[in-house]
């Protein structure tokens, strides 16, 4: 049963219900369609109500169906639309909690409609690159007024019932916890006999000199929707509610619509959006595993890592204590914690009072007495194994049986760490990324005997600190510093070849990266690449690199930390001004290989960092370190800076074909280092078999 239909007196209630917000899916529009027509065959039925069962008016269509061939199969959304509309028998919308995206616009093609308060009200397909497509941009202007409709239908931004009481948009909005249903049968009772019926089609939108604000609204929508090309259409679909008659209007947007679905942007988007929901699950830990409870946690070393790490359990409301060996630099990190929410509350995002309360569940220690109650406790000491193993025994011994034990290594074997411990099954890799209060992405890093609940228990953790968690195996790097290695070599190699650090950095930014690989060496420290390069001599020294990172770590110049790196930055200002000492000891770098320095086009530069990450993908999927494709897509999209409109790298590598990529990297072996580009075999396969990483 996906719609209920009841009759109470003289009107049928049809009842949604797709749970968890009754998506507009095949089965529910099927139902709805079933229950208009059984209430017009009935005589004694005069009016009807649409409602929706449970937490939800509607949400929209239904995210299940999304990709397959049912969201578009009969009746569809315009079809259940029109049949509601063209009911001879008025149709009342009692709208509660969600109503969005299909939903809302199942609701304009309503005669009637009432609501309670704190519903969220919105158009959002833009956020998924598309605009409404079911009369949304022709009917929430007649009832909002051109303005506000191209505002909400623009920005896809939830706004609140009760803001919008007094629109054409309600007939009525009720008490705050009144009894919606029962006031919705009295309000169609009411109705019963009125005619002619109130469409929202036959409204005019009214706004004078509507081309003045037209225009206004096009400028505005350049210079914020960047490379994508939905909110355009959905200004040019809203205009045609002023410009054109109704069902013109409705064709447009249908064509509009249409051809966005088939816009690269909006399948990365959608994309993404998938990629998102499913990152979560893993296939032998099932849903209803067993989580432990997280109410207490504790943060080791309160350097630059653990500051953030503890502001994140701060935000969510946890207890954190942090530990550090000196109180010279438990002081250190705490104050770094103040200061960053000073700048919050400075920035109007935070207000005086919260900080206080954020600030009250915090307490430093220097003694590990003090943190064996938690039930978290995660490490970010430095990046040496024989720290970890002093941190990992000192835990094992203090830490209540079952708390989890969590590492933020970065790069080092945490299967190794766990054996420090006499409880492996309770010990997991918690990579957060930097500046670790802001950025979306958590690695969960399994170990070889991480327990299940430790790993469901940490999927839930990252969903409460509003973090994307992604599962990686343990190997070197996980999944996004091993790939970025490749993409640094690259740019290294580039280098050596010819390019100057700023036509790389201009030529992936361009692409769409946030920061090119010396703007973001000069930004994290040139001097950590330099500390693994030196370990990896020692652990992998088949491995090549350019050695021009190294000459410039030589030089003392780690980035902006020490005034400059790979450039040169002035006080107060973040733009990168080319050095004239570094590049000619690139140059000088190039003439000592005996390398004919040459012209590098920004396609092979983009190709050669981005097609190097591919590869090295296909290596992390194929060895089952990554569970799926998209699940790397979301590392880099919500912690590298990948540009979202483009996927990230996996969806961008099925998008360009894979035999394409297999190509130039044919192409890129025959040149200068040309070791680096072995082709992964899952790559070569899917390639011959013309498939893509995500299909
Ligand atoms: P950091 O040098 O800023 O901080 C380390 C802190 O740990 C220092 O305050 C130090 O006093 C303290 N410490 C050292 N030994 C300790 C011990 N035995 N007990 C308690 N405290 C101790 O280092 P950072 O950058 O915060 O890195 C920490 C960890 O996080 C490393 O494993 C690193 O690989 C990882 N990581 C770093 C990222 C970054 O961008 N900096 C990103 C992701 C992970």
Redesign the pocket.
């Known amino acids: 049963m996906t719609a209920e239909y009841q009759v109470h007196g003289a009107v049928a209630v049809i009842t949604l219900n797709n749970p968890p917000v009754n998506g507009l899916g095949l089965a529910t529009r099927t139902a709805a369609v079933q229950g208009i027509q059984q209430a017009l065959a009935d005589a004694a039925v005069k009016a009807i109500v649409i409602t929706g069962g449970g937490k939800a008016f509607s949400g929209g269509a239904d995210i299940k169906e999304f990709n397959s061939p049912k969201a578009l199969a009969e009746p569809s959304l315009h079809t259940l639309i029109a049949t509601v509309e063209n009911s001879t028998k008025p149709v009342v919308a009692a709208i509660h909690t969600v109503c969005m995206g299909g939903g809302l616009e199942l609701a304009l093609g309503c005669h009637y409609r009432v609501a309670l308060p704190g519903a969220q009200i919105a158009l959002p397909e833009v956020k998924l690159g598309l605009l409404p497509g079911a009369g949304g941009t022709q009917r929430l202007p007649r009832v909002l007024g051109l303005e506000m409709a191209l505002n909400m239908i623009v920005s896809g931004t939830p706004v609140a019932s009760e803001k919008l009481a007094g629109t054409a948009l309600f007939d009525a909005v009720y008490e705050a916890g009144s009894d919606l249903l029962a006031q919705a049968i009295a309000f169609a009772e009411n109705v019963a006999d009125a005619r002619p019926l109130p469409k929202v089609r036959e409204r005019k939108v009214d706004y004078p000199n509507h081309e003045a604000f037209l225009q206004f609204s096009r400028n505005t929508v350049k210079a914020m929707a960047g490379p994508f090309p939905a909110p355009h259409e959905c200004v040019e679909t809203v205009a045609a509610s002023v410009t054109r008659k109704f069902d013109d209007g409705l064709k447009f947007e249908r064509e509009r619509f249409l051809h966005l679905m088939q816009t690269t942007e909006s399948k990365a988007l959608r994309h993404a959006f998938f990629a998102e929901r499913v990152a979560s699950k893993v296939p032998d830990v099932p849903a209803d595993t067993p989580v432990r409870s997280i109410k207490q946690a504790a943060v080791?070393?309160?350097?630059?890592?653990?500051?953030g790490i503890a502001m994140n359990f701060l935000n969510a409301g946890i207890p954190v204590v942090l530990?550090?060996?000196?109180q010279e630099?438990l002081d250190?990190?705490m104050a770094t914690i103040r200061k960053n929410y000073d700048n919050t509350v400075k920035k109007g995002k935070l207000t005086a009072e919260k900080l206080e309360q954020r600030m009250a569940l915090l307490t430093g220690t220097l003694a590990y007495a003090d943190i064996g109650q938690a039930d978290i406790v995660v490490?970010?000491?430095?990046?040496d194994m024989g720290?970890?193993e002093?941190?990992f025994r000192?835990l094992d011994s203090v830490m209540k049986p079952g708390a989890i034990l969590a590492?933020?290594?970065?790069?080092?074997d945490l299967n190794r760490i766990a054996s420090f411990t006499s409880r492996p099954q309770d010990v997991i890799g918690l990579?957060?990324?930097?500046p670790?209060n802001v950025m979306k992405l958590l690695e969960i890093v399994r170990g070889a005997q991480t327990g299940k609940d430790v790993l469901a228990t940490a999927l839930a953790l990252a969903k409460k600190l509003k973090k994307t968690g992604v599962v990686s195996g343990v190997c070197d790097g996980f999944i996004g510093n091993r790939m970025i290695e490749q993409y640094s070599r690259q740019a290294g190699f580039l280098l050596d070849e010819g390019a100057l650090p700023e036509q790389v950095d201009q030529a992936i930014e361009k692409f769409g990266f946030a920061m090119g690989p010396f703007r973001m060496g000069d930004l994290?420290?040139n001097d950590?690449g330099w500390a693994i390069r030196k370990r990896r001599a020692i652990e992998s020294p088949e491995i090549t690199y350019s050695r021009s990172a190294d000459l410039l770590c030589e030089m003392g110049r780690f980035g902006q930390k020490t005034g400059g790196g790979w450039y040169d930055y002035k006080p107060g200002d973040r733009k990168a001004y080319p050095n004239e000492q570094v590049n000619a000891m690139i140059v000088q770098h190039s003439a000592d290989l005996g390398i004919t320095r040459r012209q590098i086009s920004d396609k092979e530069i983009v190709e050669r960092l981005v097609y190097s990450m591919v590869n090295e993908a296909a290596h992390i999927l194929e060895e089952g370190i990554a569970l799926r494709a998209s699940d790397i897509d979301m590392v880099y999209l919500t912690g590298y800076g990948f540009p979202l409109f483009r996927g990230g790298p996996m969806f961008y590598a099925d998008t360009v074909g894979l035999a394409n990529v297999l190509a130039a990297m044919a192409q890129y072996a025959r040149g200068y280092q040309g070791s680096a580009w072995q082709p992964a075999p899952l790559l070569v396969k899917l390639a011959g078999e013309g498939k893509g990483f995500n299909s």
């Open positions: 080791i070393g309160a350097g630059t890592m653990g500051g530990l550090e060996t000196r630099a250190k990190g490490e970010a000491v430095f990046e720290v970890k002093t941190v000192q590492s933020n290594t970065s790069t080092l990579h957060f990324f930097s670790a994290a420290g950590i």
